[in-house]
């Protein structure tokens, strides 16, 4: 397994080791006590909750966190190919407003540590995807937040120009009221 430190501090890209053959592939997604070496999940935090989304072409899906009971997340993608995207919306970090965007896909089988207190969020470049993360967080609605997609401090290059998105995400506040405690 190879771990990569990125630009956000504590989030990271992981290519797990792939044993191929002619049967085809194996890979271990998630073994403990290898993964908490790079503290995945956060200390003292343990993963409680599995979810798997497919999404169609187009799609969006994000920037999502919860403020008083924040996740940490271990993405990765099944099948298809997806931008996604962690920004960091921690009002108090010096690194406050600045995203991250790697493609991950069925075929790389890359995954993306997302720590508790960031905002996380992806498009679908394939005709589907089917996505897989694992949270250290009971998922709780009246905990939800987010920054809209298309947030101008943000500045997010995603690769879609007019994606699909839920009535929910169209919504979400922008940068700025984060900033501000308001949401």
Not at 20 to 33: K, M, N, W
Not at 153 to 162: C, F, G, H, M, T
């Amino acid at each position: 397994m190879k771990v990569m430190e990125t630009a956000l501090p504590g989030v990271l890209l992981i290519e797990p080791q792939v044993f191929s053959d002619a049967r085809g592939d194996f890979f271990e997604s998630y073994q403990q006590l290898r993964y908490a070496a790079f503290a995945i999940p956060a200390a003292g935090t343990g993963f409680v909750q599995d979810n798997c989304s497919r999404s169609r072409k187009g799609v969006l899906r994000g920037l999502h966190f919860q403020k008083r009971q924040p996740q940490g997340k271990l993405f990765s993608v099944t099948s298809g190919t997806v931008f996604d995207v962690v920004a960091d919306v921690r009002p108090h970090s010096p690194c406050f407003g600045q995203w991250l965007g790697v493609t991950l896909s069925g075929e790389n089988r890359h995954q993306l540590w997302v720590p508790p207190g960031y905002a996380h969020g992806y498009c679908v470049l394939s005709e589907l995807a089917d996505v897989h993360y694992k949270c250290t967080a009971l998922y709780a609605p009246e905990d939800e937040s987010g920054v809209v997609w298309n947030d101008p401090d943000l500045a997010i290059s995603w690769p879609v120009a007019r994606p699909l998105l839920s009535a929910r995400d169209l919504a979400l506040p922008s940068l700025a009221v984060i900033a501000k405690g308001d949401r």
